[in-house]
Nanobody
Framework: QVQLVESGGGLMQAGGSLRLSCAAS????????MGWSRQAPGKQRELVAT???????NYADSVKGRFTISRDNAQSTVYLQMNSLKPEDTAVYYC?????????????WGQGTQVTVSS
């Protein structure tokens, strides 16, 4: 099985910064694309940012220029640096990974970490 352990959420004032971390583990798994999504109350889940093992990134338009995704392949860890936070960034943030083993690829999601941005 794959485990994703998230950390770094919390309460921040608008304009501030937070950094989320997510460490993936699982026997004999390799972790291909990794990323973050978020879900605000009453809204659909939104894909925030993704990163491949080669470092190619994609961002939602709502976070471009403010958020930066990165990863440490040796530690199977993905990070989300969130700057210039806005109240509309308030959501539960979920880490995910495409985990591969024995020719199969399965998506796994973390439990989520709350980010609250006050105005």
């Amino acid at each position: 099985q794959v485990q994703l352990v998230e950390s770094g959420g919390g309460l921040m004032q608008a304009g501030g910064s937070l950094r989320l971390s997510c460490a993936a583990s699982g026997s004999r798994f390799s972790f291909n694309a990794m990323g973050w999504s978020r879900q605000a109350p009453g809204k659909q889940r939104e894909l925030v940012a993704t990163i491949t093992t080669g470092g190619s990134t994609n961002y939602a338009d709502s976070v471009k220029g403010r958020f930066t995704i990165s990863r440490d392949n040796a530690q199977s860890t993905v990070y989300l640096q969130m700057n210039s936070l806005k109240p509309e960034d308030t959501a539960v943030y979920y880490c995910y990974t495409e985990a591969a083993r024995d020719g199969f690829t399965v998506n796994y999601w973390g439990q989520g970490t709350q980010v609250t941005v006050s105005s």
